[in-house]
């Protein structure tokens, strides 16, 4: 059990996010509290498949990238309204991650990790040699806003509360995922696949099933981020930014979805206050995910205990009731 003042903290502060846009009117920083909840959705997608079901991955912002150009393309070549496009971009992300996913699976740990890597690196150099569909290095200029029920989406406000309203429907649909046999079942492959065989649990299945939730999702993040920017290019879905995932949810706690939400807010607003060292983003996303490791094996919301000595995890639970059936 969440010791009680973590959880009075955390509805405290989930308070505060969705009040806010009542509180003030600063749009600088609803721009950056709105780029730390597109990074939420991706954190928390990939905490499904690292966290919970114990899969390496890191070109999880390939898939990302996937679902933005996918947006863009479907609105600017295909004239598709944003509704339409939103979600098409992440069909398509999952799609490509259900595809992937099943040569990607025979890898293992760290070999699944660098095969991830070098598929994010591939989308990469697609999105800059195709120039007459991606718009090459340049990118993709003059992506239109969003319009959802005839309502056009322009104003950072506006923006804020829209992807504070997808972060908590996609938080909602994984912690119910979590707590299904599904989840127990995810859970059971983590902590031990042989004996998540031993008791029927197709491995398989319940791997790319994972695989095409979280890249759906991405694929969600990619297309709310193009429209949000009107502009993507080829840099804003690198290697980098797959790190920067990684580092989110070791942070706020591999395999704990609030932890998710609060690493990528925090990775977020912090560089923000200190933008002079901006260009060494990516040296302090690496530190982040060593000394995290170090000192906090479990993020900083796992300094409290999960469940009692002696109690089984969800995993071993869903294991333990596979072998009663």
């Not at 994972?210 to 290697?239: E, K, M």
């Not at 530190?287 to 094996?297: E, H, K």
């Amino acid at each position: 059990m969440m010791r009680q003042p973590v959880r009075l903290t955390l509805w405290a502060t989930a308070g505060i996010l969705a009040v806010m846009p009542l509180l003030m009117d600063d749009q600088y920083v609803f721009h950056v509290l709105t780029l730390a909840g597109i990074y939420a959705i991706l954190a928390l997608s990939l905490n499904l498949l690292l966290g919970s079901t114990g899969l390496f991955s890191l070109g999880h912002a390939a898939f990302y990238g996937i679902g933005a150009y996918a947006s863009a393309l479907l609105t600017l070549k295909l004239d598709l309204p944003f509704s339409l496009a939103f979600v098409l971009s992440g069909v398509i992300a999952a799609l490509l991650g259900g595809l992937i996913a099943y040569p990607a699976l025979r890898l293992k740990g760290i070999f699944l990790a660098i095969g991830t890597m070098g598929f994010n690196e591939i989308v990469r150099l697609l999105t800059i040699n195709l120039d007459w569909l991606t718009g090459g290095p340049a990118g993709l200029p003059g992506i239109p806003v969003p319009e959802i029920f005839g309502i056009t989406i322009s104003q950072p406000r506006d923006y804020y509360i829209c992807i504070l309203t997808l972060v908590a429907i996609t938080y909602a649909i994984l912690r119910a995922l979590l707590a299904s046999r599904t989840g127990r079942a995810l859970l059971a492959i983590r902590d031990d696949e042989i004996a998540a065989r031993s008791v029927g649990i197709d491995l398989t299945s319940y791997k790319v099933g994972a695989f095409v939730l979280a890249t759906f999702f991405a694929g969600l993040a990619g297309s709310f981020f193009a429209h949000y920017l009107t502009y993507i290019s080829p840099d804003n879905f690198g290697l980098n930014e797959s790190f920067a995932i990684l580092a989110m949810i070791a942070f706020g706690g591999i395999g704990n979805f609030t932890g998710s939400v609060i690493g990528a807010f925090l990775l977020v607003i912090i560089p923000e206050a200190f933008r002079f060292l901006q260009e060494y983003r990516e040296l302090i996303y690496g530190f982040t995910i060593v000394i995290t490791m170090l000192l906090l094996p479990a993020g900083i919301t796992g300094w409290y205990p999960w469940s009692r000595p002696g109690k089984k995890t969800p995993g071993k639970e869903a294991l333990a009731a596979k072998g009663e059936d």
